[in-house]
Structures are given as C-alpha cells and as structure tokens.
C-alpha cells in the first residue's frame, strides 16, 4: 500500500502545470493531492471522497505556512484532522484558509480537504510560506474558533458588505514561544502593526466560475496585491478590524488584508474572500437575474418617459412637471414606506408608482391653477441639484470620514442640491432645459441597470440606501469604473448634449414658458358669455347637460308602449 501512495504521488508531481503558475488535478482516485509552496492547483472535491494533501520539502527557514482554498459558492473545508473536523482545528466556506506554525526541523505537513454539497466542487488552492521576521495574520484572535486565524469574515445585505479579521501577532522562530498579544502596547508589540485593507473587482457581468479562480490568484500573495488590488483604508491596532462597503450586487468584488510591520518593513498576506452581494443558489432574485420583474416594467416606462422629456420637455411643460413631481413624491414616499413597513418589495414598488403619480398631478394642477412659476422651476432645479449633489458624493470625496456623520453628510448635501437652483434663478429656462436634458436622459441610464449591470446607477442609489439604513453612513462607497461604464456614460451624455441643444434651437423666439393656465380659461370663460355669435355661447351648462345625458340613459332601460287602444273583448 505504501509503495502504491509514493508512486500516485510520484505522478501527481510530473503533471504539468499551467499558465500562471497554476496546476491543475483531476478526480483524485488515490486520495492524495501533491502540493508545492507558492503555486496554487486546481482540483475537485467529491463529497464521498475527501482529499488529503501534502507538502514535502519545507525550506527550514520558513516559520509558518498559510494553507488557503477558494470556491465560488459551494462550501468547502479544510482541516487538520482526518477525524470529524472540530470548529478549532478548521474551517469552512468559501474562502478559508489554516495557519501551520512549523516545529523544529519540520519540512512536511498534511492536511485534509472535503465537501459536505452534493455537487462537485471545482477549487483552486496554494500553501504560502513566510519567515520569522514577517507578521502571523490573525495570531491574536480573540472572536473567532481558530486559535490562528488568518481568514476574513464577510457579511451582506442589500445595503452594504462588511468584513471582519482577527488582529495579527509578530513572527516568531520556531520553537519558540509566541510574543504575548495584550500585555504591552509599546513598538516591540503587536501594536505597531498596521493593516491595508485592498479590494479588487472582478470584470464586470462576469459570474463564470473561471474567471473568478483565476483573479482569485491576483490577491492571495503581497506583491500581486499590492500591484493588482486599490488600497482603500489603513488600519492601525487602535482601530477595530472590520470594514463597510456598499454592497453591489452582482458585481464581484475581492477583499484581502496586508498587515505591515513598519519596524522590520514586512508583511504578510490574510486569506483573501469574495462576494457577489447576492445567491447564486436562491430560487427568485439570485446572481443571474439582476432585476425582478417589476423593477424592469417600472424602471422601463420611467426611462421611456425620461427620454420624450429629454428632447421634449420643455415644450410640454405640464408632462415635465408631471415627471418631476413624480420623482419628489415617489422618492420620499418610497423612503418613508420601507422604514416605518415591512411590506415586500414588489408591493411598495406599485404603492410608489401610484403616489408618484398622484404628486405628478398634484403638481400639475398647482400649475394650472396658481401659475407661480418660480416654485414650479425651483422644483425642477432641486432635481437636477440632487442629481449634481449625488455626483459629488459618488466621486472619491464622498468616503471623507467627516462625512460619517450623518448631520454633515446632509446639510453638506442640502447645500449643494439648494445651490444649483439659486445659480440658474436669473435664467429659469436654460435651467429648465438643462434639468430635461440631464434627469430625462439619467432615467435611460436607470433602466439599463434593470438589465444589465452599470455602477452608475449606484450615484443614486448610494443616497437611497443613505436614506434608509442608519448604518450605511460607515461604508465605503468605492464602484468600479469599466468599459460598460464608460460606454453608459457616453450614452447618457450624448443623450444629455443632444436633448439640450435639440430645445434650445427649437425654443429660440417663442416665450420662455406658457401662460398662466387658469387665467386663459377664465379669460375664455368671460369671453364666451359676452359674446353671443360664439357658437360656444349656445352650449347648455354643465348641469342641464349631465341631466340630459342621464335622461336618455334612463329611455334606454324604459319598456315600449305598445302603440293604439287596446278595448276588452265583449262577451
């Protein structure tokens, strides 16, 4: 049986590898997986059939090995036991990862790798070698099962996507004793180490199992992080490990840890973990459907109507106001019937388009009946100033850490929503063509999220969520920027650029804006009673002619007479 396991291994280690570094291992019919320090292998794990995996020839000036596996979404664990594995002796998940602290002399280590899903699962692994002088990620846990643990805990929802770590721990030689977590805070502690926390996103659209193991290979070692990844917080040990992020659904996103010893100017790599912000194993609402149904059919009239008042708008004045007052009335009864009920989604989705009509009417008859145009027209700059607002804060500048207060974010963002109407108050109609061209052609942008996958819906919807969940005001706001993108935008814009310059030759000459409706009929009403060769002169009032039409609705449901005389028979 021995000489059998040392030839499978002996032909597990001739396979060739692949391209990146990269080796690639069928069903294992042995039972054994042959690993090397640095290369990651691919592999499936079968749930009868667990795996156990080797690696010799550990240089004796390696201190510690992080082992770490990744999947898309099937679970898998990793253990340092054959046995029924314990929560403190391995891990599982996703992305999990054991940290081995190497004894004296000790240049082999075994561990074990299993599925508990009825499905094959397709992984990709790589063992990590590091030196007494680089930092121990996570040899300070305190929350977590492992002793060591080096992995990062992450938790979503709509809102936002949170991760988690243990602290580190300097590095020790072997056989030594570890240096003490909490017992000092000076330098020669672990409390000058700093933590950079990185997050890469993968293309955009792509949820391929492929694609996401190989990118997975770009955040597992120091440099191909540094190089590949953005930097987007530091951490020091006076700081909590646990970091927010808006959740993007659909997107893939991957976070890893570098934890930095600035007095030796190591470093060391935590298990990087990945996310979706969504399921792909839910029966409605998962990964490969970004968008229900009701979100498409909503979102689709919205952008039909959007894109008539992007070329049209100004000259059917009513139909934009309508359009605006839905907007202001569907956005905050929208905000105010998710935080106060716990209706579902497609329900509050109907309640909105309902009472964003009824403030697109609303403002409508205001018109028609007051004429102030000034409200009217400040009405529509505040749209286009929310709009230029929520631009700003989806730039770099809004994850400030003064704009973590609440109090701050919305006055700042108030200001700037306020500004934009008061700069255009000497030249309503350019303001009003401007907010057609702009807010009409960003209702296209809406709809396209609905269907496939774009960041820049999330300039608004950053705020939404803003709105609605009280913790989101300490997540990190970061999207990415990709050719979908940069395509969308292009779109959005020429829409923009075309819709304004279209109505701004069209309206050259004519007034700036219609009269005052209510002062037309009540002009043409006067007019009509003092002139008699009006043939609308003639026309009954209103009431004589409702009772006349309901007259001959009456007739119609009337038995007919039978005509003559009808005299008895004599006897």
Known sequence: MEVLRVMALTMLALQPGVAGGAETVGNSSVGVIEFSVGKFRYFQLNRPFPEEAILRNISSNVTFLIFQIHSQYQNTTVSFSKQTPLPNTSGTGTDKGLVFMLRPEQSMCFWYLETLDAEPVQNVAIPLSYSERDPIPGGCNLEFDLDIDPNIYLEFDFFETTIKFAPANLGYARGTDPPSCDIRTGQDSRWRLEYDVYQYFLPENDLTEEGLLKHLQRMA????????????VTLTA??????????LRGQGVIYNVIVWDPFLNTSAAYVPVHTYACSFEALEGNCSSLGRVSTKVFFTLFALLGLFICFFGHRFWKTEL?????????FFFYILITRLTPISYDVRLILTALTGSVGGIFLVAAWWRFGVLTLCVLCVGLVLGFLVSSVTFFTPLGNLTVFRNDGVFWVTFSCIAILIPVVFMGCLRMLNIVTCGVIGSYAVVLAVNSYLYTSLSYITLNVLKRALSTHFRGALTNAPFQTNDFIILA???MLAVSGITLQIRRERGRPSFPPHPYKLWKRERERRVTNILDPSYHIPPLRE??????????ELFRKDQPAGERTPLLS
């Not at 070692?221 to 987007?232: H, L, N, R």
């Not at 309508?322 to 569907?330: D, H, K």
């Open 238 to 247: 006076n700081d909590k490990t646990r970091v927010s992020f808006s959740s």
């Open 545 to 554: 002619r409702l009772y006349s039409r309901l007259s001959q609705i009456r």
């Open 221 to 232: 070692e120091v440099p191909q992080v540094t190089a590949s990844a953005i930097k987007v």
């Open 322 to 330: 309508f359009f605006i007052g839905f907007i202001f009335m569907g």
């Open 491 to 493: 779109v959005w814009g």
